[in-house]
């Protein structure tokens, strides 16, 4: 079956500009996961959805990211007015229900460079 | 302190090697235990999750020690297709999955 998919895959942008980045988990996934990963940083929590809902958000650098997900399943990441450190690759993931036993599948991610 | 503490490496071994990866978490409410894998420029993979007991799944084993906070992954008679850098994973208990990562280890088996 189909994994999880993101889009677009490469993605440049001027400095202060906005971007979405989309995330289609597998079907029948409820949870969904953003994380992203650095040069020197490793990968990072963002925020995650069990459903439409975003119980931990903690994981978002500043308020210019926010996430939304409509219907259980497309997710969307915005982040706005982008700065040179927003740059990294952001990986989507989901799982069958959120917890900590259950698999987590990555997306193969969006890299995202802010000149 | 890092949560998730790894030797970057890199790790350069010979094919048929056998070689041994350590991880230190700080957390010690700390609840499940991974190790995944990620090629370069791809996204990681789950290779195995561990467990107190210690669990083999083939030429990899992963040990836990909860009373030292410290996870390890070995790897025997080591193929080239293993090169790839492993990341050790932890998830806070009462989170609902977040996963912790390490910044990884990076293994490169040569012929």
């Known amino acids: 079956g189909a994994g999880v998919s993101q889009s677009p895959s490469n993605k440049v942008t001027e400095k202060g500009k906005d971007v979405e980045l989309r995330c289609d988990p597998i079907s029948g996934h409820t949870a969904l996961y953003w994380y992203r990963q650095s040069l020197g940083q490793g990968l990072e929590f963002l925020i995650y959805?069990?459903?439409?809902?975003?119980?931990?958000k903690s994981g978002l650098p500043s308020d210019r990211f926010s996430a939304e997900r409509t219907g259980g399943s497309v997710s969307t990441l915005t982040i706005q007015r982008t700065q040179q450190e927003d740059s990294a690759v952001y990986l989507c993931?989901?799982?069958?229900?959120?917890?900590?036993?259950?698999?987590?599948?990555f997306g193969p991610g969006t890299r995202l460079t802010v000149l | 302190r890092k949560e998730v503490e790894q030797d970057p490496g890199p790790f350069n071994v010979p094919e048929g090697a056998t070689v041994a990866f350590n991880c230190t978490y700080s957390?010690?409410?700390?609840?499940?235990f991974f190790w995944y894998r990620q090629d370069c420029r791809k996204e990681p993979k789950l290779l195995m999750s561990?467990?107190?007991s210690g669990n083999e799944d083939g030429r990899f084993t992963a040990q836990l020690n909860r009373a030292s906070q410290y996870i390890s992954l070995l790897i025997r008679d080591s193929k080239l297709s293993d090169s790839a850098t492993y990341l050790c994973?932890?998830?806070?208990?009462?989170?609902?999955?977040?996963?912790?990562f390490g910044k990884g280890t990076k293994l490169s088996v040569k012929p």
């Open positions: 561990v467990y107190s």
């Open positions: 993931a989901s799982s069958l229900v959120a917890g900590a036993y259950n698999e987590q599948f």
């Open positions: 959805f069990q459903g439409n809902s975003a119980p931990d």
């Open positions: 957390n010690s409410a700390s609840q499940s």
């Open positions: 994973v932890v998830i806070y208990g009462g989170s609902q999955g977040n996963l912790i």
